[in-house]
């Protein structure tokens, strides 16, 4: 194995990919039927957004950070995203009377759109920097509204988990599982607002701090 390769396929590298790969995987299982299905979503879902703090610890502590992995790590976050907010969107609106969240009934597909055209719109603003000299690293704002989007995807994903549960555990008249469907309930309607505010304000607090790149020309073609 040459020494490249040794460089690419580092164990940050691998924990990326094997996040990647349980995408498609933590996609499908909303669509099962049943509790079961759902909670190990729920905890596969944890795994994977675990591991991406994981895999950047280990990256820069063990001075293993190479251009694959800064290319993979924000796919993969980007992946793990679209894959869970659609089916969840799906979901809650196919099933609304089941899965009824407090507040907003459903997931709203503007808050959808929200949350995965940020991403997208981002994608292109660094793209875009990038090309005037400026690479955008991820700040606290941006880390902050991750952190609670993944808070209000899995709490969403054991949403759906425990309003199946119900009726086969015999807790429908249970007393605090009456309490816990209001509590948890209400949470992920909290959630979801603030995941929404926070996305809009990070990605405002990019642009702003960024907004020299508006008045920049762009980079001269380097020399071939």
């Known amino acids: 194995?040459?020494?490249?390769a040794e460089r690419v396929w580092t164990l940050p590298n691998i924990i990326t990919i094997a996040r990647i790969c349980f995408t498609p995987v933590i996609a499908l299982l909303p669509f099962i039927e049943g509790y079961r299905p759902k909670l190990i979503c729920f905890v596969l879902f944890v795994v994977v957004a675990l591991t991406d703090v994981?895999?950047?610890?280990?990256?820069?502590?063990r001075q293993q950070v190479t251009d694959l992995g800064k290319l993979l790590d924000p796919i993969a976050d980007k992946l793990l995203l679209f894959a869970t907010l659609v089916p969840i969107f799906w979901i809650s609106r196919q099933?609304?009377?089941e899965y009824g969240i407090p507040v907003w009934g459903s997931i709203p597909l503007w808050v959808t759109l929200l949350l995965i055209g940020r991403e997208v719109a981002m994608t292109l603003f660094r793209w875009w920097a990038q090309h005037r000299?400026?690479?955008i690293a991820a700040g606290s704002a941006g880390k902050l509204k991750a952190l609670l989007q993944n808070v209000f995807v899995g709490a969403v994903i054991l949403w759906f988990a425990?309003?199946?549960?119900?009726k086969p555990m015999g807790w429908e008249h249970n007393r605090f599982a009456m309490f816990w469907n209001q509590f948890h309930g209400s949470f992920v309607a909290?959630?979801?607002l603030v995941a929404v505010v926070l996305t809009?304000?990070?990605f405002v607090v990019y642009v702003y701090r960024n907004r020299a790149l508006f008045n920049a020309p762009p980079r001269p073609p380097s020399a071939p």
């Open 133 to 135: 000299g400026v690479i």
């Open 1 to 4: 194995m040459t020494a490249g």
């Open 162 to 166: 425990f309003r199946d549960a119900r």
């Open 200 to 202: 809009v304000y990070s």
């Open 54 to 61: 994981l895999d950047g610890y280990l990256a820069r502590s």
């Open 95 to 97: 099933r609304e009377a």
């Open 190 to 192: 909290v959630t979801m």
